[in-house]
């Protein structure tokens, strides 16, 4: 296996011990079958994630975004996943917006 490839999979892998201890392991998938399955929406699109988590309040999305961007992660947010063009797609980190989300709102600054 190429050193490229073992870093990109040392990377998930750190991913993956750091955000279990933020967020509830039920909530964080490294399965493939949830890989699948969360990966996929009403496009006819198909990349699987590494890793996909459920994420309840802002405060969780901000630790995910932090801790993305300090290992150089990619993420993609998913809501209902009715999309056709593909938008929830990722072969990196999915981030699920969980039922629990209603009346936020994204203001400036």
Not at 22 to 33: G, Q
Request: charged fraction near 30%.
């Amino acid at each position: 296996m190429s050193e490229t490839v073992e870093k990109v999979r040392d990377k998930f892998d750190e991913f993956y011990e750091n955000i279990i201890a933020i967020l509830p392991k039920e909530r964080v998938f490294k399965d493939y079958l949830h890989r699948l399955a969360y990966g996929t929406d009403a496009s006819f699109y198909r990349l699987i994630p590494k890793v996909a988590v459920v994420v309840e309040n802002g405060d969780e999305v901000k630790e995910v975004l932090s801790l993305c961007d300090r290992l150089g992660i990619a993420l993609t947010f998913r809501a209902a996943g009715s999309s056709v063009s593909g938008q929830s797609m990722s072969d990196s980190v999915l981030v699920m917006i969980s039922r629990d989300w209603r009346e936020y709102e994204i203001k400036e600054d």
